[in-house]
């Protein structure tokens, strides 16, 4: 059974950094565009960042553009969300979702089949 499991996440103070992590089970995750995305309260779910299946490359929402990193390591099936510089507006439940359609990955929350359960991140003094 595919699963995804998030982790990271928590309370941080603002200009500070989280690294979250995506682990896959039940399927190799590099077979698949990997996308997180976040959703604060009484908001709709923003795409943030995906790394495509085949290529590698990265894609990254405006907003976290030089302040985000997404990496993956085939060996522990695992994709990683490194969170710089943070504030308070990124304050969210961050999800990663996998695709396994496309080959360059888009930051569309639709096109992702199946999701983990999230993580919150709370960015505040």
């Known amino acids: 059974q595919l699963r995804l499991v998030e982790s990271g996440g928590g309370l941080v103070q603002p200009g500070g950094s989280l690294r979250l992590s995506c682990a896959a089970s039940?399927?190799?995750?590099?077979?698949?565009?990997i996308g997180w995305f976040r959703q604060a309260p009484g908001k709709e779910r923003e795409g943030v960042s995906c790394?495509?299946?085949?290529?590698?490359?990265?894609l990254y929402a405006d907003s976290v553009k030089g302040r985000f990193t997404i990496s993956r390591d085939g060996a522990k099936n695992s994709v990683y969300l490194q969170m710089n510089s943070l504030t308070p507006e990124d304050t969210a439940v961050y999800f990663c979702?996998?695709?396994?359609?496309?080959?360059?990955?888009?930051?569309?929350?639709?096109?992702?089949?199946?999701w983990g359960q999230g993580t919150q991140v709370t960015v505040s003094s």
């Open positions: 790394v495509s299946s085949r290529s590698g490359s990265a």
């Open positions: 979702a996998a695709e396994s359609i496309a080959s360059t990955c888009l930051l569309v929350a639709t096109l992702y089949e199946d």
């Open positions: 039940g399927f190799t995750l590099d077979y698949y565009a």
